[in-house]
């Protein structure tokens, strides 16, 4: 069974950085492309980078030159590197294939907030 875990979200000023990390488990995911993902309140959840198997990435918009999505298949984690952080960062990520299927994890906060 496939599970996605995802952590490392927390409380950070505008400006500041965090890393997330997901470590999947259930099943080998070196070959698929992975994703992160955030919901806002009141909003849809979102596409946020993703990453292929090669380490070819895409960014949302939103994203570009601010996060990095990285990986390392040997430990089946995807990682989320976020620099530059603003308030309207502030959400909940969660790691998936991508495009997402039926395998959503608990997620993990991001507040950007002075």
């Known amino acids: 069974q496939v599970q996605l875990v995802e952590s490392g979200g927390g409380l950070v000023q505008p400006g500041g950085s965090l890393r997330l990390s997901c470590e999947a488990s259930?099943?080998?995911?070196?070959?698929?492309?992975m994703g992160w993902y955030r919901q806002a309140p009141g909003k849809e959840r979102e596409v946020v980078a993703a990453?292929?198997?090669?380490?070819?990435?895409i960014y949302a918009n939103s994203a570009k030159g601010r996060f990095t999505i990285s990986r390392e298949n040997a430990r089946n984690m995807v990682y989320l590197q976020m620099n530059a952080l603003k308030p309207e960062d502030t959400a909940v990520y969660y790691c998936?294939?991508?495009?997402?299927?039926?395998?959503w994890g608990q997620g993990t906060q991001v507040t950007v907030s002075s």
């Open positions: 259930g099943r080998m995911f070196s070959m698929d492309t």
């Open positions: 998936n294939y991508y495009p997402a299927r039926n395998y």
């Open positions: 990453i292929v198997y090669d380490g070819s990435t």
